[in-house]
């Protein structure tokens, strides 16, 4: 257990360096986070940036940029989010679907048409390109699989991509999810208790489609905060340093 | 130069970073937020499934864009397919 807890803050110091040496490559290129999704297009609400998303079939990971209307944000100082998916054909999310459909009965789903996508996390960004929240989703708003915060857990455990999306880019969010595993563990299961609490209520129609609900759980990050808490837990080991190439 | 991870920070690396400007509403959608929302996403669906389903899928779309079971086809936040 403590080797675990060890090699966890390892791999989360290993993302914060991860996630440093994004920005500090874009600092060098006076570049925007954005600037290899949005590609030079004018932002309009609602359109997918890539407007094909940024699809990898080969490790089954999928994501796109979108802004809501002003009154549709998810609040505080959001420009924009990323929906990040993973393709349930793919061989490495192989799911165990015995424990997936106890999953579906226990929040009152049980019968629900197997779709090829699972939205795993949104990230909300400010718009200097700095993450501000996570948040999940109600199953209308993307209208694919509800997978059990286990499965999710597990899928961006293994988020890759490689034979598409802005490298950049690709970095950021799979260092972001390192960074903030603990965060995002705890949001994916406040959000099967919201499900669980919303199959158990009587309710007029069901929780999943209930067009009222479009956020089910999400928090506000700080990445300057988590790495200075993670810089000070480290403070007394070895010194890794990052190297800025300006 | 080199930096401890504990000095790094993003708001001084974002610091002189252009802000994105907000995103403008699509011409196609004088109404209000949601509607407009509903109406756009319904409207990529139809043609959507319109060409990959043909006629059954086109119709089941339709429905879909309105108030009962789009869910089944798919939201406003849809990934594509």
Known sequence: MQRQEVSGAAAQR?????????????????????????????LVQWEHYPADDFIDRETGYQYFYHCHAPGARTGGPEHGHFHVFARLDADRHRLDERSEADFLALIGAGARPRHALAHLLAVALTPKGVPSALFTVNQWVTGDRVLSARAVVRALAGFEMRSAGDPLVNRWLAALIGLFRSQIARLLAA?????LAGARAPRREPLLEDRAIEVLSSVAIDADRQLRALGQGRAARAQVRLRISR | MRQSIATLSIAALTAATAALPLATPALAAPMGDSAAHAAKCGAKRRAKCGAKCGAKKSARCGAMSGSQSKSKSGGMCSGKK
């Open chain 1, 191 to 195: 959000r099967d208790r919201r499900l």
């Open chain 1, 14 to 42: 290993g993302a914060a360096r991860q996630l440093l040496g994004c920005y500090a490559a874009l600092a060098a290129d006076a570049a925007h986070l954005l600037d290899g999704v949005v590609q030079g297009r004018p």
